[in-house]
């Protein structure tokens, strides 16, 4: 069984994750609002509750590549001042 | 073999249902129900809390969870002043002086914020005070900086390190500010921007940071009110860490930032706890950040505040917290 269900959800503030959420499951958040929780039923049960989608791994890992090019192609079209003051994204790789 | 009536001076009881979780704190009982014995123990965990009406990256925090202030941000161009009351957040008065970078110092309707960029480039030495609804102007910073580390209260603050030339080289410049005046005060031991804050004037740290571009500081050093001592505590890895102070001399956190190496953005979800003698993990945010802000009371009480999240900039916050559940007692 994998470790991990992958999911986009939009974080819609206050309490869209609780602390008893963070105690209950694994949960991550990655650019393209793809979310990395927990493999049990409470996991399972947030991402249904929260409207989210669910994707598979590689599913998941495009959205957040596609993310990351868009940074990406706005951080080279950026000024050289603006350059140095925030770095380059990098590529991410979902666990 | 020492009993628990010996240590506690009381049995363990037996009950068929637990009880709530605050009001076990420190016992042992056995749960007839399920055969186990139980207890109560402190975990802490970050919540997500309201999000950023807007953006806001390079942001400085003051106050603390419930009764925040961001103030400035890269992005809006206006000087933006935030507040937030635990739930939600609120458009506060603007900056006189639109400006980003600074240095924050007091409590949500009672700050202080000085030096930073204009959104045209230019470096400030302004300084401003805010009463929980609008900016006025103070007496200026001696020298310009930008990413400089703050910390205090409205009528006694520090300004520590900074950048004189927007991005390169960091310097290790101390101001005191004494209510109406800025004065120089002794350097520090090495030269850092883009530090972690707490404490007071005369009892103060940074921590992390980075020298330039390239180079971080994993170390911690205090501030007694009139010189800078270098302490055994560490973060790690090396970095920058939130901006704005979170916690005292005694009780602090540092969590997110990043250790760039010049063509990278690697942001950080960790969450580091410092009791007054060392820094010790503490559970990581769900978002990495970079570039964001944050406040707090304690090593109990974090926000964080906005940044990005190794791509895009984030209106998300999240709230760090220490509870109390029920824990089954484990022999192995």
Redesign the interface.
Known sequence: MSLFIYGTAT?????????Q???DFY??????NVWVVGNNEKGAVWLANKNGITKTKSEAQAV?DA??T??QEAWDASTD?EK???????D?TLP | MTTYKEVSGKYVRSVSSDPPAALGEGEIWYNTSSNTFKTVGQ?S???????LPATA??TVCTGQQTAALSIGA?VPSSGITQEYNG??WTTGGPLSSARYGGGASGTQTSALYFTGTTYS?SFTTATESYNGSSWTNANAVNNQGFMVGGFGTQGAAVLAGGRPG??GTANNRTEDWDGSNWTNGNTMPNARSNSGTAGTQTAGMIVGGSAD?YNYYASTLEYNGSSWTSVPGTISPARRVQRGQVGSQTSALAFGGYS?S?????AY?LNESYDGTSWTTA??M???RS?HGGTGASNADGLAVGG?????QIT??EEF?I?F?VQTVSTS
């Open positions: 974080n819609t503030g206050k309490d869209f994750f609780t602390y959420d963070r105690l949960l991550s958040a990655h650019p393209g957040v993310a990351i868009a940074a001042e140095l003051r925030i770095d380059r994204p990098t991410i | 975990v965990a970050w919540s997500s809390g309201g999000a990256p390079e890269e739930s939600s480039g927007g991005p571009s760039g010049g063509g990278g953005a690697n979800n559970p990581t769900a978002n990495k570039s990005y999240n190794g791509g895009s998300a916050t917290t509870g559940t």
